[in-house]
């Protein structure tokens, strides 16, 4: 952990001993559900930091995120990204959406034990929030990491996000081609697409943001 909060430090993410604390019990109650629902590949296990925590926190590197703002993240699953997030940000409003009830009861128990009371988990499929007029228009940043395709995530997110609100999709390796199908099906939007920064993720993983905007 020491190691974690001395890379962070270099690129001015600034972490607590006490929010250092909260990721440990994190990464324990992570590893003990890991045993009854799977959260993440037994692989990982033992590379929590360089796999899940630090691609996380990347984001913050390349957007900015005013305090106050609403961030809704489409199948939480292990709680990454957005759980180390809320750690560093405690300023911020999390929606976590999981549609399989094991893995959104891990999600709760996290969110209680850490007391992250502006963190809150729904158990639903995000199409029915999507069809939910209360959601409409409520996030300004959606996020995912290893849900679908940016073509499907988007048509599920467009009616939760704001106007110039974001969709920002963790992503690898060439995704020249679901850019395109995303383009082909909606042209008013813009795309940027940015490589996460190499001091917190190795280049030679080819680990990249996909920053979708809408517009009106």
Known sequence: MHELKKVLNKVDIF???????KLQIYFELLLKWNKRTNLISKS???????????????VLM???IQPGA????????????????SLVRPDISFLLVESKRLKSLF????INQLRLDYVHVICDRIENLAENLDWKERFDFAFSR????LEVVYGWVQKLIKLNGFYIAWKGGDIRPEIENLLDKFPDISVDVVKMNEVLVK?????????????G
Do not use: N, T
């Not at 972490?15 to 604390?21: L, M």
């Not at 961030?71 to 180390?84: E, K, M, N, Q, Y």
């Not at 030679?204 to 809408?214: D, H, P, Y």
């Open 203 to 215: 280049p030679e993983k080819e680990k990249l943001f996909v920053q979708i905007r809408r517009k």
């Open 70 to 85: 609403q961030i809704i993240d489409i199948g939480s699953g292990a709680g990454f990204p957005v759980l180390p997030i």
């Open 15 to 21: 972490i607590k001993d006490s929010q250092i604390e």
């Open 62 to 64: 390349v957007l900015k």
């Open 146 to 149: 290893a849900v679908a395709s």
């Open 107 to 110: 999600l709760k128990e996290v």
């Open 44 to 58: 990982d296990e033992s590379h929590l930091i360089d796999r899940h925590v630090l691609e996380s926190l990347a």
